[in-house]
């Protein structure tokens, strides 16, 4: 099959504007949280999922919503507990007296914008049912698929590991996630502003109709995502992210390095960061903006590592200044 031609000007001029204009409409209700908003959008735009490491209290839930309520979605939020199952996620058969057949009830994954919020609260068989979801987009019950609505992207939270009553994520699971995101606490200025803007005690709802505006729909953003999935990449900048990728398998400081996923969700994300940006082509910088973001949950240090009390992010920053970065 051959490549798909790359956008036209006023293709990713459309993509670039209406990042704009989610990026301010954000800004009205939520406050900083950079990397968050911007990895977000990102992974929505190149179709992938994301993982957010934060403790309580930051305001996940209001970005959620907020970002439903811009882009036109349907919003839907699990909360994890140790007592979660599967069925509960996905849905399952149920009888119909009327017709005395069964018939399959949708589950709460049957939405756009999806808040899996503490998921590493459930052990390994609940976050099972969500690998099928994010990977194919739809759900097999009884041998029957069921589609979930497009576009569709997870965000889910969880504690940081060394809290009481939370469970390792699987590899496989971590690997779905196009990125992990960190939240930190707010600087001095933002929380002030936290303060002022959130403490009059305003119903959440009416705000978000007052004072938000909805400025695209589901299917313009599924259009955009196809839009940034056309943005050139040049083979230097394919063989600059193989080498990222692979070098983390011998990189000293690693026991598990990257997978093959860890280069695709590179090479997705560029293409989107640089649509962002107004460009029909990726650039170097796109892809060490987000290398970090796509590649934190993808590698474990050794224990003589850990020991030494490294940490994953400034070897990846190592990985990165150790590789040399294409000129053309």
Not at 11 to 39: F, M, P, S, W
Not at 82 to 102: C, H, K, N, R, W
Not at 158 to 173: D, F, K, R, V
Not at 292 to 319: K, N
Request: contains cysteine; negative net charge.
């Amino acid at each position: 099959m051959p490549p798909e031609s790359p956008p036209n000007e006023i293709e990713v001029a459309t993509v670039r504007d209406t990042y704009n204009a989610i990026t301010a409409e954000v800004a009205k209700l939520y406050v900083g949280q950079d990397e968050l908003v911007l990895g977000t959008l990102t992974a929505l735009f190149s179709g992938g999922h994301v993982l957010i490491e934060s403790v309580p209290g930051l305001g996940k839930t209001l970005f959620v919503r907020t970002l439903c309520r811009i882009l036109g979605c349907q919003f839907g939020r699990i909360q994890f507990t140790a007592d979660l199952m599967p069925s509960d996620i996905t849905g399952a058969p149920v009888y119909d007296l009327q017709t005395s057949e069964f018939r399959f009830r949708p589950g709460p994954v049957f939405t756009q914008l999806l808040l899996a919020d503490e998921i590493n609260r459930s052990p390994a068989k609940t976050h099972a049912a969500l690998l099928e979801i994010m990977q194919e987009y739809r759900v097999t019950i009884d041998g029957t698929s069921h589609a979930v609505p497009l576009p569709f992207l997870v965000l889910a939270t969880q504690n940081p590991i060394e809290s009481e009553g939370t469970y390792n994520l699987p590899e496989a699971q971590l690997d779905r996630f196009m990125f992990k995101l960190r939240v930190d606490y707010p600087t001095s200025d933002q929380e002030a502003e936290i303060l002022r803007m959130h403490s009059q005690q305003i119903d959440l709802n009416r705000r978000l109709l007052d004072e938000l505006a909805t400025v695209t729909n589901p299917e313009t953003v599924s259009s955009m995502i196809r839009t940034c999935g056309r943005v050139t990449i040049a083979d230097s900048l394919v063989d600059y992210i193989n080498r990222i990728v692979r070098a983390t398998r011998t990189w000293p400081s690693f026991h598990l390095g990257a997978s093959p996923r860890a280069g695709i969700a590179l090479m997705q994300s560029a293409r989107t960061l640089a649509a962002f940006a107004g460009r029909d082509y990726a650039v170097p910088d796109d892809v060490a903006e987000i290398t970090l973001a796509a590649l934190r949950h993808r590698v474990q240090l050794t224990a003589e590592a850990e020991v030494e009390g490294r940490h994953i992010d400034e070897e990846l920053s190592a990985v990165l200044q150790a590789i040399e970065v294409p000129r053309s």
